[in-house]
Structure formats: structure tokens, C-alpha cells
């Protein structure tokens, strides 16, 4: 077997349902033993996706591969049984009249492996979830949290060469969601299997995933490692939907040195970090930047002019919301206290031009 034997290879995949287009020419590799996070709105298509994946739908146009296994394209299809994953749901599909150490030893019940070897690969997979204690419980009296973590070990003891995870935490409440990503990553490790997480929720992604894949529209708009998502967005919509932006109109200075550039917005001149594509445009070229509120200072003297819309206190500051004359809306914190309708003026430090 080659290295990338659990490596997942999208290639231009289209899917339609009755007329609608739900994906639309997507490409992506994820390699073996990547968490890629698939992140987008509500019906953007990445339960599509995952389902392609999974073998319960079969591509319209293109092609998936695992490895250098054709898994689907429009004549071959390999049935779900047969791809070697995992999947685990929201909703955990646990069988209730099974303890909990029967509900994860049920796969190997069915592999038909010996006894001992399954009392020993059962032990680990509890241990990994922090199980033991509920061996013998059944389901009904685990909390959700607990339900996913059987999920996630019957999961584990298929040693799956994928796992693919659509909104595992989504029914769990904030400070469990926190509890469980710890155990995700546990179980990452553990198993090594390429994953394919999808959510809707991007603190979650950025947590968990080593690359994150932004969909809007059944298309993919970014692939990139947490980081650069939320330095480098690509586009408007990326940079709104990955943590907290201002987006402010700036045009372009002639000066321009490597990734940094002189820009100018009413008048004043800011300087920002630049792509590539915008290191190349002219001078007054109108550019979107991107400031992130920690990047933001609020000053009485200097600065852009802007109008406090409200202030909350989230406990290490405060979230201030502004409003530039032209109606642009603003995020900054601050660690004093502002009232609304103040009039203040912020400047700068870090921005990104897209
Ligand atoms: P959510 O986060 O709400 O689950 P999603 O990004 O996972 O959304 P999908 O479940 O992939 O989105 O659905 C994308 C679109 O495709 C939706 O408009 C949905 O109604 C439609 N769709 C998905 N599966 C089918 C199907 N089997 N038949 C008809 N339409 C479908």
C-alpha cells in the first residue's frame, strides 16, 4: 500500500438535485491522515459533498478517488460498505438496547474477529473516549456528549482509512462542544484517518481542522490552513465569515514594497499587507481591506472619524461597533468603556487588501 492510501481526490465534481445545482466543479485533495473542515452557510452542499464521499450519492460529473482507488465517477461506483470509513452523525445512531461496550464492539462482532482481540481492542477504544466507566450502560442514560464519544469509538475500533463527521456537535451545548473538540483531536491522533469534518461553525473548524475548505454556493471559495484564512482572506465573504471584520474602501499608493502597501482612505494614508494579485495593480486602484477588531486602536486625535453604535461588555473588554459617515460599519474592542453616539476616530496597525 502507498503512503497516500487514505489521500481523498475531488475532481471536478458536479452534483444536481431535481434542476438545482448543489455542487458545482469542485477539486480538492485531502491527504492522508489531514483534518480538512468543510465550513459553509446552511444548504451551501457540504452534506452533498460528504454523502459523494460516503457512496450514498454518485457524482453527476467528475470523479473520487482514495488513494489511487476510483471510488466513484459517472460509470464506476464502490457501494459504502466496501470504502472502509467512518461516518459519525449529530444524531450518534447508537442501537439503545446495546450497552455501550456492545454498541462499539458490534463492527468487530461482524468481522467475526476472535473474543480476546476484541476485548482488547474494545478496552483502547473506551480508554480513548474516556468510556470505561460506562461500559455497561446503556445509551439511554449517557449524555449527548457521552453518546458521540460511543459514536466515535465504534468509529475507532473499524480503524477506518477515512472519517467522515457531519456536524458532530452540533446538538451539544458551548462548554461541551469545547470538552469534545479536545476529544476529536485525541481521536485524530489516535486513529490517523483522514477526516472530513462538516460545520457551520467557524470557531469550531479553526480549532479542530489542519486546512479548512470555505463553501459558498456549492463552490469552493478557500482552502487554507486556519491562519491564513483569517490573515489572508480571499475574498469579501470569506473574510466576513471567518471571525470578526471591517471591511473599509482604500485606494492604492504607487509605493509598494513586497507584501505591504501605502493606501488611502479619505484622504489619510494607512499602511496594509497586500496578495500578489494586488502588488501588481496601479496606483488609485479601489481595493476592499480587511481589519480584524484586535488590529483597530481608537484615539480622540487621529484617525478615521466614526460614530459609537453600541458597546458590550464581554468580560476582558468591550466590543465596540462603529459607523463611518458613509455608513461603513466598524468592530474594534477597547478596554474602556465608550457610550454610544460618542464620536471617536481609530487608526490601524495590520489590514489585509483583497
Ligand atoms: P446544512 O448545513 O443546512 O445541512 P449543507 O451545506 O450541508 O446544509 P446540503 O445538505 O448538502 O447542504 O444541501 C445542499 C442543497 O441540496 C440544499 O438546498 C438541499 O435542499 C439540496 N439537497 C440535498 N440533498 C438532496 C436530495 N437528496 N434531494 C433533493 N435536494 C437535495
Redesign the pocket.
Known amino acids: 500500500m502507498g503512503a497516500d492510501v487514505a489521500k481523498l481526490s475531488y475532481r471536478d465534481i458536479s452534483k444536481s438535485?431535481?434542476g438545482?445545482d448543489?455542487?458545482k466543479s469542485i477539486s480538492l485533495d485531502v491527504e492522508d491522515g489531514e483534518m480538512i473542515a468543510?465550513l459553509?452557510?446552511?444548504?451551501?452542499?457540504?452534506?452533498?459533498?460528504?454523502?459523494l464521499t460516503a457512496g450514498f450519492?454518485r457524482p453527476d460529473c467528475g470523479s473520487i478517488l482514495k488513494g489511487n482507488t476510483l471510488l466513484s465517477d459517472q460509470r464506476n461506483h464502490v457501494a459504502p460498505e466496501n470504502r472502509n470509513m467512518g461516518i459519525v452523525f449529530q444524531s450518534y445512531a447508537l442501537w439503545p438496547n446495546m450497552t455501550v461496550a456492545e454498541n462499539v464492539a458490534y463492527p468487530l462482532k461482524i468481522r467475526k474477529l476472535p473474543e480476546d482481540q476484541i476485548d482488547i481492542i474494545l478496552f483502547n477504544a473506551l480508554e480513548t473516549v474516556s468510556l470505561l466507566d460506562f461500559a455497561e450502560a446503556e445509551p439511554a442514560i449517557l449524555s449527548g456528549g457521552q453518546r458521540q464519544r460511543v459514536a466515535l469509538a465504534r468509529c475507532l475500533v473499524m480503524e477506518p482509512d477515512a472519517v467522515l463527521l457531519?456536524?458532530p456537535l452540533s446538538n451539544l451545548d458551548a462548554h461541551l462542544r469545547e470538552v469534545m473538540q479536545r476529544t476529536f483531536l485525541q481521536f485524530h491522533e489516535q486513529s490517523k484517518a483522514t477526516m472530513l469534518y462538516?460545520t457551520?461553525d467557524q470557531a469550531e473548524a479553526m480549532a479542530l481542522a489542519d486546512r479548512i475548505a470555505v463553501?459558498f454556493d456549492?463552490q469552493l471559495e478557500q482552502v487554507d490552513r486556519p491562519q491564513d484564512l483569517y490573515r489572508k482572506p480571499k475574498t469579501e465573504r470569506v473574510a466576513r465569515f471567518i471571525g470578526q471584520s471591517s471591511i473599509l474602501t482604500a485606494y492604492l499608493e504607487r509605493k509598494s514594497e513586497g507584501e505591504r502597501r501605502d493606501v488611502v482612505i479619505n484622504g489619510q494614508v494607512f499602511s496594509t499587507r497586500q496578495s500578489n494579485e494586488i502588488a501588481l495593480m496601479p496606483e488609485a486602484t479601489p481595493v476592499s481591506l480587511c481589519v480584524r477588531p484586535e488590529h483597530i486602536r481608537l484615539d480622540h486625535q487621529n484617525g478615521l472619524p466614526a460614530r459609537v453604535t453600541s458597546s458590550s461588555y464581554q468580560g476582558e473588554r468591550y466590543r465596540v461597533a462603529l459607523e463611518m459617515s458613509d455608513g461603513t460599519d466598524v468592530v474594534a474592542y477597547s478596554e474602556h468603556k465608550v457610550k454610544p453616539d460618542e464620536l471617536v476616530r481609530f487608526t490601524f496597525e495590520n489590514a489585509w487588501a483583497m
Not at 459553509?40 to 454523502?51: H, I, V
Open positions: 438535485f431535481g438545482t448543489v455542487l468543510l459553509g452557510p446552511s444548504g451551501c452542499g457540504k452534506t452533498t459533498m460528504l454523502r450519492e457531519d456536524e462538516v457551520h463553501m456549492g
